[in-house]
């Protein structure tokens, strides 16, 4: 087991290297921040001075080299536009998105995976019918859409949520957080449930194809001859048997979620990063750019990290030097 | 406690299918007492699998039963609401699989899933569900049984894992066990062990036994009595020893002069020329007549009569006859 965590460990650092070089390179070739930082007019003394000021005169080597010596430290660098660090920046925004993707993921796994192994237990039912309709409608209606349509109908024509803006927070451990109060809930209801429709779609899916497969196998034969509910065996039996895919989706939803939930966040005008980067992009800010992404990276490979360990937990025959008889 | 234990009458039981209806089970009898050990012997798709899921309602779809009547201990098992079938499913008739590999859940370990099985029926505590489980284990020769609860299926032999198996349907003491060739998935050695285990088990606990094998050296072994299956239908009955001696069935014949056993050092193994007729075409005679040597034109257009009872055989020319 120690060796299969240390294995992990070793991959997650090797993709996190080769992901800044990705990052850094591409950044790099967008186009040259200077023009963006000083006014047009500046005298060429100007100009050259912060050229040099930024490191910008560098080969692209060394500025990379510069670059990945300030992250060991924990130093993204400071916003060209802001002129504040870039990690404070980016964790001023991420518990907002953190809790809205965590929201998200959870309702789309609560909802849909009960919503699948019921379809997939009852596959001609009427009900598991419309269960694989509103599966599709998440898969193909577009997010922004969907968006639009809850603000519709219920901030504007029920009254009943707010159509926008995240409320009060909580302060725990120096950070706010929604889900704390009743009206933070409220503010956070309809884009959570605006993200979750296509979670909750893929759930359904998956949740339905294990399950219909697993119903098929002996271990559930063997199961009912020894007089198990029903109720039984889906909850202790098949559940577990399909829980693998399910896990392996909800970190990989939860990490693309966190990274890419700018629709959204767009349309509620919910604080979180995805507003950061898009603003970073138009303004041409590369520190935060690269430092944004960079962070993405670490966020997805430490979630794959504990998707690959829960694994583990779940399916005892990859638990690596266990016992054999 | 009078009558038979079980009583089969004219079970059918049948898969709706698009190509048209397989006759899987085909008006299949027999009755087995208190104790007894009966081996149900045919080549695969001959039927015998699905007569022993039919017993306690477990065929997969799109099969059904479709007529007949199982009598289970004086109560009608034909038309039974699922909810009291599955009363007596692990309680009073348990089952064992054939690969225990398949069978055992890989992902939760043997204590767990033998205490749900515990628990399916009596509302004891975990403790004692899993006290339950360790002696069980004992009975039927796992050591340190209490430690190995803990353990997962992956962790055990395939000798081991069916023990674990053959301990699950043992739990409740259930009058009869069916057994679908719990011992074809395992190296000889361990099947001759498991035989012997399974008929003492049998024996001491007074546990009625229905054997479903494809192999007649295993079933002669261990069985009391014998039936053949033939696409569907039971050609033969009798006591083993008489049925293995002397077999009045053709077909009977047949799988017997195919044992390896039977044949003489060097020379070709004897078989059944042609292979199981399709169950969505039979022929309308008697569905072994293409392939037996002993058929006459009769045997072509009419199907065989049942003759005489206790000893069996479903044909127009038995052998004793000739």
Known sequence: MLGYVIQRLLQAALVMLAMSALVFVGVYAIGNPIDVLISPDATQDIRAAAIRYYGLDLPLWQQYLAFLGRLLQGDLGRSFVLNMPVLDLVMSRLPATLELALASVLIGAFIGIPLGIYAGYRPNSPLSRGIMAVSVLGFSVPTFWVGLILILTFAVNLGWLPAGNRGPTVEVLGVGWSFLTWEGLQYLALPALNLSLFKLAMMIRLARAGTREVMLSDTVKFARAAGLSELTILRRHVLRLISIPLVTVFGLEFGSTLAFAVVTETIFSWPGVGKLIIDSITSLDRPVMVGYLVLVAFLFVTINLIVDLSYALLDPRLRRGGRTA | ?322
């Open chain 2, 1 to 322: 406690m009078s009558g038979p234990l079980l009583s089969v009458r004219d079970l059918r039981t049948h898969f709706l299918t698009r190509a048209g209806v397989v006759k899987a089970v085909e008006g299949v009898s027999f009755a087995l007492d208190r104790g007894e050990i009966l081996g149900l012997v045919g080549e695969s798709g001959s039927g015998k699998s699905v007569t022993g899921f039919s017993l306690i309602g477990l065929v997969d779809p799109p099969g059904h039963i479709v007529g007949g009547s199982i009598r289970f201990d004086g109560q009608e098992l034909v038309g039974l609401p699922v909810q009291e079938l599955r009363r007596l499913r692990g309680r009073r008739i348990a089952m064992v699989f054939q690969d225990p590999a398949a069978t055992l859940n890989p992902v939760l370990t043997i204590g767990t899933q033998m205490t749900l099985a515990v628990r399916a029926h009596d509302g004891v505590s975990e403790r004692a569900a899993r006290d339950l489980a360790a002696r069980t284990l004992t009975r039927v020769g796992i050591p340190e049984a209490a430690a190995r609860l803990d353990a997962y299926p992956h962790e055990f032999s395939g000798g081991m894992r069916q023990r674990v198996a053959i301990a699950t349907a043992l739990l409740h003491g259930p009058d009869l066990i069916i057994a679908d060739e719990p011992t074809t998935a395992l190296d000889v050695s361990i099947q001759a062990q498991i035989l012997a285990e399974m008929r003492a088990l049998a024996k001491e606990s007074g546990t009625a036994l229905i054997w479903i094998s494809h192999d007649l050296a295993t079933v002669s072994s261990l069985a009391d009595r014998v039936l053949v299956m033939y696409a569907g239908r039971i050609v033969e009955s009798g006591p083993v020893g008489a049925v293995l001696r002397a077999p009045l069935h053709p077909y009977t014949r047949g799988l017997l002069d195919s044992l390896p056993a039977m044949a003489a050092p060097g020379q070709r193994l004897n078989q059944i020329p042609g292979s199981t007729p399709s169950l969505l075409s039979l022929p309308p005679g008697c569905p072994f007549a293409p392939r037996c040597p002993r058929a006459t034109e009769i045997c072509r257009t009419d199907p065989p009569r049942v003759e005489p009872p206790g000893r069996l055989a479903l044909c127009h020319h038995p052998l004793e006859a000739a």
